[in-house]
């Protein structure tokens, strides 16, 4: 770094000695010492030579690569509105394994061709612990003639998946830049954003950049690769989630040449400061577990919510209704698992666990703080893939030798004002209520329950932390991940002891809670296969792609107070800078509907309210066979007629149910939204609230004829799907009457 004057300050507000760049650990007071790489984004040239400061804190190490001397210090920026940060970074969020974050911005002088420039935490940027040199990580181009067949299909798999999202946003092109498209492992890992010209890349492209990576690919998928890349090319595949099938496909076949071995061990502690543990896990407290010899490798961790009223009750019981459903759903071979049912059957175990604690409240008749809930955190490997499921701010961190990587975003109030553009996650966290959940199980029907599913290829040995708010509050594990969890991947360290030891660290630092832990080993034995795999391009898709960015939108908040998750009281604000339109509606509706109470508790007094309301006659739902003809979503039209098959909450509170058949009248692809999604204007052909779920006074349903705009991805998100022209249309043309013409409630 050339400047043997930097220093590292210690983050520990109490002490912040400076300390020497090659210590891990404060010389004064033994508290870790992060070492944060930024990424610099600057047009041109670089900074400035490697050791000069900037900023009295950033120290250059290489050309856009910098180290925060001050670690434990705020990054100090204006308003965001008063930046040039691009939200499409905020926005993306949910993919930040993949997307660099926002870490600031780094103000300069005045003769400088830029006045500021934009700072990314995390990215792609490997130290040598001996030498202490910085370098990128590899360009994928570049690592791919290195890599197993295994790995080359399954960064192929996560581009896939990044090309919704990131298309969305504006910002495919990243995908396609050789320069900012780095690998990390097994990871694909972005540099930056590169922002799309007027005409956005499309699929061809993909493929086209694709066929490049053919020559060098190993043999046992250079003919499957050539296959997939030339139907890009030809529009054969004309959709990101019918290339992630093919490439689901493809992975199976070279699965078969991984053998997998897993350890599960959990860990429970009441902690200094509680005098009952709400906290639950599955396998119990202290039980080894490993596939093989057993047939289900499965671990949950739950954290209660309701205090001696109930929360360890609504804990257990969540994990005994889902032990209960997986265990049917893994009495199937893995060779007739499709993930994207196996994504939708996890949420539904989750949901039938929420509606089993909801109930239970109801009968008891609980209210406010008596209400009991928990967050919950899962983790089902499967074959070559992990799958994840969590609701609440219990999280899966993944540690793999490059690093730990948290793969789940908290369902709190923080990380959804990033999500919806309004602010950097660093001073989000900062704010009042920034910890106040968004959902959790128990607090009402599942109808308003969005659990988040996601799964991960694995290629290499891997350990996935499952913790609560006990352990993680205060960046815990990314402070001891290196030297408490790595060994276990070296070979140095024994599962059940680094459980303990995770278990004290959270009891003698944080201290503050109840704490519970499950780690998974996933071992992995794989040889290249001698066959050569065959592409199947699917005529239509199966893979379900999760909008992380659109999930919990509209759930009622939950509060964290003193790090311990409870209810929070109706006369606590969630926020108290600008809190988002989205919330100010539904907020005040809730504030409105009296006094003394609580935000839960008026909203499941709203929807129990719903259950004695008179419900008018319903509709006749036409029958749509199953042979009738459906395309995706990616196919949509102006006349296309959509059929949904969840519900859907709208901006304005309306209920569309399931089973709605809607006529599309026109498409708007400027992104309008906070998601950055573009609009479809729709008009109600038929829509018939389920007997079980009738619409209530807070959130009326929906009329046919009228006409209502939707963001594209609560259309994708809802499982909805395009009629083919072979199907019976249910969609006749409005009356002209007065009485039924439909009201315009865009405005709404």
């Not at 950097?424 to 209520?433: H, P």
């Not at 959902?439 to 891997?462: I, K, W, Y």
């Not at 909203?603 to 459906?630: G, H, I």
Request: glycine share 6%; proline share 8%.
């Amino acid at each position: 770094m050339e400047n043997d004057a930097a220093t590292l300050q210690c983050p520990h507000e109490n002490c912040q000695a400076a300390n020497p760049l090659t210590h891990k650990f404060c010389q004064r007071c033994s508290t870790p010492l992060p070492k944060n790489y930024l990424w610099a984004v600057v047009e041109g040239q670089s900074l400035g030579n490697p050791g000069k400061i900037l900023a009295d804190r950033y120290l250059i190490v290489d050309k856009f690569v910098l180290l925060d001397t001050k670690p434990g210090l705020l990054t100090l920026t204006p308003e965001l509105e008063n930046l040039q940060i691009p939200r499409a970074y905020l926005r993306l969020i949910p993919y930040r394994l993949h997307v660099p974050q926002v870490h600031g911005v780094l103000p300069l002088t005045k003769d400088s061709p830029q006045r500021e420039v934009l700072l990314l935490e995390k990215p792609p940027v490997m130290v040598d612990d001996t030498t202490q040199q910085v370098h990128l990580g590899s360009e994928l181009t570049s690592a791919w003639r290195d890599a197993t067949s295994m790995r080359q299909l399954n960064w192929l798999w996560q581009i896939a998946h990044l090309w919704q999202p990131l298309a969305s946003e504006g910002v495919v092109s990243s995908l396609l830049d050789s320069y900012v498209l780095r690998t990390e492992g097994s990871l694909v890992r972005l540099l930056e954003l590169r922002f799309d010209d007027a005409t956005s890349p499309k699929l061809p492209q993909l493929g086209e950049f694709w066929q490049q990576l053919v020559a060098n690919a190993k043999p046992a998928i250079g003919e499957f690769l050539d296959r997939v890349s030339l139907s890009l090319i030809q529009g054969e595949i004309h959709s990101s989630e019918q290339l992630i099938t093919a490439l689901d496909r493809g992975l199976a076949e070279l699965g078969r040449s991984q053998t997998p071995t897993i350890k599960i061990i959990t860990k429970t502690d009441t902690g200094p400061s509680r005098q009952r543990n709400e906290d639950a896990c599955s396998p119990p407290s202290g039980t080894l577990v490993s596939k093989p010899p057993q047939p289900t490798a499965l671990a949950i961790v739950c954290d209660g919510i309701g205090g001696h009223e109930g929360g360890n009750v609504a804990s257990n019981l969540a994990i005994e209704t889902i032990q209960q459903q997986v265990q049917q759903l893994t009495k199937v071979p893995y060779d007739h698992i499709d993930p994207s049912l196996l994504l939708n059957d996890l949420e539904k175990a989750v949901a039938m666990a929420n509606d089993k604690i909801s109930q239970r409240n109801d009968g008891e008749n609980r209210q406010g703080r008596q209400r009991m809930g928990t967050t919950l955190v899962m983790a089902l490997p499967v074959a070559h893939e992990m799958y994840i499921t969590h609701v609440g701010d219990s999280r899966a961190y993944w540690i793999t030798r490059q690093g730990c990587y948290q793969v789940t975003l908290d369902d709190d109030v923080a990380s959804r004002e990033v999500r919806l553009g309004y602010a950097i996650y660093r001073e989000a966290v900062q704010q009042s209520s920034a910890g106040s959940l968004v959902q959790a199980l128990g607090m009402g029907p599942s109808t308003s329950l969005h659990p988040t599913s996601a799964r991960f290829m694995l290629d290499e040995d891997a350990v996935f932390l499952l913790t609560s708010d006990g352990l993680s509050d205060f960046d815990r594990v990314e402070e001891y991940w290196e030297t408490e969890i790595l060994p276990i991947l070296l070979g140095e360290a024994n599962i059940a002891n680094v459980a303990d030891r995770l278990v004290e660290i959270a009891n003698s630092k944080n201290g503050h809670d109840n704490v519970t832990v499950a780690l998974v080993h996933y071992q992995v034995q794989y040889w290249e296969p001698e066959i050569t795999i065959k592409a199947v391009i699917p005529e239509s898709y199966s893979a379900k792609t999760v909008d992380l960015a659109s999930r919990g939108a509209n759930t009622p908040v939950l509060s964290s107070q003193n790090h311990k998750t409870q209810v929070i009281e109706e006369s606590q604000p969630a926020k108290t800078r600008q809190l988002p339109l989205q919330w100010i509606v539904p907020l005040l509706f809730v504030l409105a509907a009296g006094t003394g109470g609580f935000i839960i508790q008026q909203l499941r007094s709203k929807l129990s309210q719903s259950q004695v309301v008179s419900n008018p006659t319903p509709t006749p739902t036409p029958t749509v066979t199953a042979t009738e003809p459906r395309k995706t979503l990616d196919q949509l039209s102006t006349d296309s007629v959509i059929l949904t098959t969840k519900e859907i909450t709208l901006p304005n509170q309306q209920l569309l149910p399931p089973k709605s058949f809607l006529k599309v009248i026109s498409t708007d692809p400027n992104p309008k939204p906070p998601s950055g999604d573009f609009l479809v204007r729709v008009r109600v052909c038929t829509s018939t609230p389920a007997s079980s779920q009738p619409s209530s006074p807070s959130k009326p349903g929906l009329k046919p004829g009228e006409e209502i705009p939707i963001e594209f991805s609560k259309l994708k998100s809802s499982g909805a799907s395009v009629l083919g022209s072979g199907a019976t249309n249910p969609c006749k043309p409005p009356t002209k009457s007065p009485v039924t013409q439909p009201s315009d409630t865009s405005q709404t």
